[in-house]
């Protein structure tokens, strides 16, 4: 962020191993094709099982889509991706928007979360979740690119609204990385807030 970049990592990349198209089920992994197929079908069902394929080496940007803005935080969310780390607040709007021209196809949409492992389709293999996820309440921005990670030039004054610390940050370090973060972007104190949870980390519990 501070290179006023923003970093999309290839979901290879990810945790979860469904992800990587792996299933619990073995035989979800392939389509349900016609017993006797025509030539057209053939080609069809090959095309479609590339495209699938290709969907798994996207390149994936995850963000938290609370819609009814109910909830301003989660300590689920901190505890998985990063205890060091900030929570960005936008709109979609303004994601969309802060994001500098680019040659890069990019597509934005919610995750679907459900028990069904089977995919059926491109849509489905980027932007369907199993449903133990649900708690996540993905927003999900996929750029058609295979590398290993890309970086989107942004205008942070767009993207941020405002800026949550983590509440795992000591007193002092959420003292100083304020003061950074509201000189770097230029910030109203508003706008860079402490969390409204108070945790320890693992690390200091030991």
Known sequence: M?????YVANR???SDRR???????LKMRFLVT???PSEKDKLFYKNLSEKIN???TLCISCWTYDKHKDCDESITNWKCYGEDTYRIETTIEDLIWCI?????????SPVSYEKSEYDGTVYNAIFKKYISYQDEQELRMCLLSSAENELLNIDTSKL???IRLSPFLSKEQNKNDKVQLENQFELSPTLVELSHLYEEKQ????
Not at 2 to 6: E, F, I, T, V
Not at 19 to 25: I, S
Not at 100 to 108: A, E, F, G, V, Y
């Open 2 to 6: 501070y290179s006023r970049q923003l």
């Open 160 to 162: 941020i609204h405002r």
């Open 203 to 206: 690390s200091d519990l030991r």
């Open 12 to 14: 290879a990349q990810f």
């Open 100 to 108: 500098h021209p680019t040659d890069k196809i990019i597509i934005l």
């Open 34 to 36: 016609p017993a006797f």
């Open 19 to 25: 992800e990587k198209q792996w299933k619990e089920n």
């Open 54 to 56: 290709e969907a798994y």
